[in-house]
């Protein structure tokens, strides 16, 4: 069964940072493509930031490019997000999803499994 788990969220001000973690069971993160993805409320899910676990390629969206590191830690099984410089904007919930590998590039695709979310909360 795969079980992937977040964790790492919480309230930071305007400015901080916040380390994600997500650790995943049942379901090697070698040679796959792993993101993060989130939801505010109100709003659609976006897809934040991937990687492609077997090149390291990563990709990410406009709005966090500079402030957020995707990595991943294949020993331990765990993908992560360092976000830096925080805005309230990044306020939402956010999600660990993992997938096969595609050729198409990580970014584009849509992943099989989820993780429940933790919550990342900016305020100023």
């Known amino acids: 069964q795969v079980q992937l788990v977040e964790s790492g969220g919480g309230s930071v001000q305007t400015g901080g940072s916040l380390r994600l973690s997500c650790v995943v069971s049942g379901y090697t993160i070698g040679s796959r493509c792993m993101g993060w993805f989130r939801q505010a409320p109100g709003k659609e899910r976006e897809v934040v930031a991937t990687i492609n676990t077997a090149d390291g390629r990563t990709s990410y969206a406009n709005s966090v490019k500079g402030r957020y590191t995707i990595s991943q830690d294949n020993a331990k099984n765990t993908l992560y997000l360092q976000m830096n410089s925080l805005k309230s904007e990044d306020t939402a919930m956010y999600y660990c999803?993992?997938?096969?590998?595609?050729?198409?590039?990580?970014?584009?695709?849509?992943?099989?499994?989820w993780g429940q979310g933790t919550q990342v909360t900016v305020s100023s």
């Open positions: 999803a993992a997938r096969s590998a595609v050729w198409f590039g990580c970014f584009g695709a849509e992943y099989n499994y």
